[in-house]
């Protein structure tokens, strides 16, 4: 119960923040500053796709199943080294315990269709457990798409090798993110999490959530939902919390 009036709290918390009428919206939770295209809550990318060269971000993202278990959480920070490059460094923790090493590389291909409302890229993620010591890797394609004014897209279609250098069977990776902008400040959106490995097998997360910008610099995202994506594809009620720091 005191979880469920956390998750509450957390909610009505970021829903209360004033709307400035002169409020400018930085980048702390975007995919693409031009066009403008949200962020994912769950699954974030290493800085917007076309930064420039010097931004830096950090954040946390913490997730807690409604109905017990150990608090997952991601400190993590993002540079881009160049333009339309971008590093990552996360740390997954359980508790207090630091499971994983997690580096990604992100990168943004020009735009050959010349639409102003679409922007494309690539992410490739390593992984090292702590305790097994074995490594995996993703692979990524980006697409954003801004439609309809305050409506845009973020897709993400890609690969998993679960033990690299093994003969391990790859995983399929599908992100769908639908957002719509509700003003500067506020925006709502739906993300589905995709997993499904080469015997058909398919894992999935549904999460509703929320993105406040608290100014030009500091974003709050957090959303409830759905998780089948353990290996027992047990359903789990989850809540998801992000904070978001861009210099």
């Not at 980048?27 to 930064?51: C, K, M, Q, W, Y």
């Not at 508790?95 to 580096?103: A, E, G, L, M």
Request: net charge neutral; with cysteine; charged share 20%.
């Amino acid at each position: 119960m005191k979880r469920i009036k956390f998750c509450f709290c957390s909610i009505f918390a970021i829903i209360a923040v004033p709307a400035y009428a002169d409020f400018t919206e930085g980048t702390a939770a975007l995919s693409s500053g031009n066009p403008h295209i949200p962020e994912p809550l769950l699954f974030d990318l290493v800085r917007p796709l076309g930064a420039k060269k010097g931004e830096l971000e950090i954040n946390t993202l913490a997730q807690q199943n409604i109905h017990g278990g150990p608090l997952e959480w991601a400190p993590e920070i993002e540079y881009a080294f160049a333009d339309g490059l971008a590093f990552e460094l996360e740390l997954p923790t359980e508790n207090s315990k630091i499971t994983d090493y997690k580096v990604a590389f992100q990168g943004t291909f020009s735009n050959s269709l010349n639409n102003p409302n679409m922007i494309h890229g690539w992410q490739v993620i390593a992984t090292k457990n702590r305790e097994s010591a074995k490594y995996s890797s993703d692979v990524l394609y980006i697409n954003g798409y801004r439609f309809m004014g305050k409506w845009s897209t973020l897709n993400m279609v890609g690969l998993r090798k679960p033990e690299f250098g093994k003969s391990s069977n790859a995983i399929g990776l599908i992100n769908n993110n639908l957002f719509y902008d509700f003003s500067p400040r506020y925006t709502v959106g739906l993300e589905l999490n995709h997993e499904v490995d080469t015997k058909g097998v398919w894992r999935y997360s549904v999460t509703p959530q929320m993105h406040v910008d608290l100014n030009s610099n500091i974003t709050v995202q957090a959303g409830t939902g759905v998780s089948r994506l353990n290996l027992a594809k047990k359903s789990e009620k989850l809540f998801a919390l992000r904070m978001i720091y861009a210099f």
